[in-house]
């Protein structure tokens, strides 16, 4: 009986240590904190108490309304909607540092006579083919090309700097949106890297070449180049169960919703991606100069225009894609400078997976895998893995599972920010939260400040992520991009985004997890009506 007496007493004992060790003394530690670092916040300080400006976050007040100095209550009502106000307020007012040559990925002397090389250069080869298919007997449609150095799409390339593929208030990007979906396209072709195949793609392999995925570069009327993706999913179907994620769909509209909720996340790391109606006939079949993409066309017993990809193993008709007849939707994105003038590397994301039917990396079975990762360059220092964490974040917000490798501009080195390049695997499942696509949230316990501050914004309701979403997606000509799940969906995951952030704050604390980002806001948030006039 004794015996037992002490067992209850020792395990009573253990029992309260945890709770004192793990709760009573973190909120004691929080509460010190608090009054310690609390400082009063004036109008021009957007600043909050403690860690550098965030408030102490409570698991109860993370949606509910506070004080105006974290963005979470309603704006004025100007008649704003809820997407201007997002964008006039204070948070997507950062004063950026100084941005000079060095922090520039291009100057204009240098981009202007690259362009003028390619145009010359286009020039003498439309000369030489136009005198070749008419000694052959091949029709070509010819229009008429006009470099313009002024173009929207010149200017997107020379906003590009260190912190982003383009700023807030860039008047280029709208402009550009509109040109891609209505602009008389010029020439199609292959993209380079179903170029690089070469038709020679090996069936046995599990995870197919980039390349064997329907997908043509576009050259416009004003040299702007595009890459376009067709319609191969309808909008209300979601992947089957049994598909592994590196067998999926490519899905035009997921782009076009990747390309959305990155610029209403403030990461601006997706080029322009827009929506259209593509003539597969007059727009591509008839402005093609390669006569291998000639090949891939025929009629449908349905009289539709239908192309497949240059693959053996899918130069089938069942791959094929068909206009109706001709018309076929697709998502349109604007090419990035090219490799010779702006370098990129590729660089394999630490949290890829296995892309076996089987295996698994070291990350899926070891919960410790990001203590290591923090010893490894260029981990171990700077804002990559922090950059690494906002990829996992927006991955996770449109379903990615395909995350294998990522992207930068060699010329800005470590600190550069991440490229979120093909998302077109996004937005495959409504009703399934992927959480390990978080591994890197909830492995590593670190976030942006500023990343946690505008996803605590998006989830008020006067700025709910699937409003501002649906809102920003109905200017494209191929509305709607997303259906109502999907939409639900994002507000629903990124709760368990700030959940996965509490959990680590409540286990090591607000100091260790939150990194301060940025300093103050600009003088003057920019108003509604000065936003109205940019869009």
Not at 161 to 190: C, F, H, W
Not at 276 to 284: A, D, F, I
Not at 285 to 304: C, I, K, M, W, Y
Request: with cysteine.
């Amino acid at each position: 009986m004794r015996r037992d007496r002490l067992f209850l007493a020792a395990t009573l004992t253990a029992i309260f240590s945890a709770d004192l060790y793990f709760i009573l003394l973190p909120k004691l530690r929080s509460v010190g904190l608090k009054s310690e670092h609390f400082c009063p916040c004036g109008p021009n300080n957007y600043t909050l108490p403690m860690h550098g400006g965030l408030a102490t976050p409570q698991l109860s007040n993370w949606t509910s309304v506070s004080s105006p100095l974290d963005g979470t209550t309603s704006g004025p009502d100007d008649g704003a909607s809820k997407l201007e106000r997002l964008f006039s307020h204070p948070l997507y007012n950062i004063e950026t540092p100084g941005i000079g040559p060095e922090e520039r990925l291009l100057l204009a002397e240098q981009l202007m006579e690259y362009y003028r090389r390619k145009v010359s250069r286009w020039e003498r080869h439309m000369k030489i083919y136009s005198e070749a298919a008419a000694v052959s007997n091949i029709t070509l449609t010819e229009h008429q090309v006009t470099y313009d150095p002024n173009a929207s799409w010149v200017k997107f390339h020379l906003g590009i700097n260190r912190y982003a593929l383009y700023s807030r208030v860039n008047p280029a990007i709208p402009k550009l949106l509109k040109e891609m979906q209505g602009m008389t396209v010029i020439s199609a072709d292959y993209t380079q890297d179903e170029k690089a195949l070469k038709g020679a793609c090996d069936c046995t392999q599990v995870v197919k070449p980039s390349g064997h995925h329907l997908k043509l570069a576009l050259k416009m009327q004003n040299f702007a180049k595009v890459m376009f993706k067709p319609m191969r999913q309808q909008r209300d179907e979601e992947t089957p169960e049994d598909f592994f994620y590196f067998v999926d769909f490519q899905r035009h509209n997921a782009e076009i919703a990747a390309f959305h909720l990155d610029r209403v996340l403030d990461f601006r790391r997706v080029p322009p991606v827009s929506g259209r109606l593509v003539n597969v006939t007059g727009e591509v079949l008839q402005v093609t100069h390669n006569e291998d993409l000639r090949g891939v066309f025929f009629t449908s017993p349905a009289n539709n225009t239908c192309f497949f990809a240059k693959c053996l193993y899918v130069c089938k008709t069942e791959y094929a894609v068909c206009g109706g007849p001709d018309l076929l939707e697709g998502s349109l994105s604007a090419y990035l400078p090219g490799l010779s003038i702006a370098p990129r590397i590729s660089i394999p994301n630490p949290w890829i997976r296995s892309y076996t039917f089987s295996g698994q990396e070291e990350w899926e079975v070891n919960p410790f895998f990001c203590d290591t990762i923090k010893q490894t360059y260029p981990y171990n220092s700077g804002n990559r893995l922090l950059n690494i964490i906002d990829m996992s974040i927006f991955d996770f917000l449109i379903g990615n599972m395909d995350r294998h490798h990522y992207e930068i501009f060699t010329k800005f080195g470590d600190e550069g920010f991440l490229l979120h390049l093909d998302n077109a695997r996004g937005f495959g499942k409504h009703s399934q939260d992927e959480m390990s696509i978080l591994a890197p949230l909830s492995q590593c316990c670190i976030i942006k400040r500023s990343t946690l501050m505008r996803l605590r914004l998006l989830s008020q309701r006067d700025y709910r992520l699937s409003d501002v979403m649906r809102e920003s997606l109905e200017g494209d000509p191929l509305q709607p991009i997303l259906t109502e799940p999907h939409l639900l969906a994002l507000d629903r995951r990124l709760q368990k985004v700030l959940r996965a952030v509490q959990r680590c704050i409540r286990r090591l604390g607000e100091d260790e997890v939150i990194t301060r980002d940025f300093v103050k806001s600009t003088t003057r948030p920019q108003s509604v009506t000065e936003m109205r006039e940019v869009r």
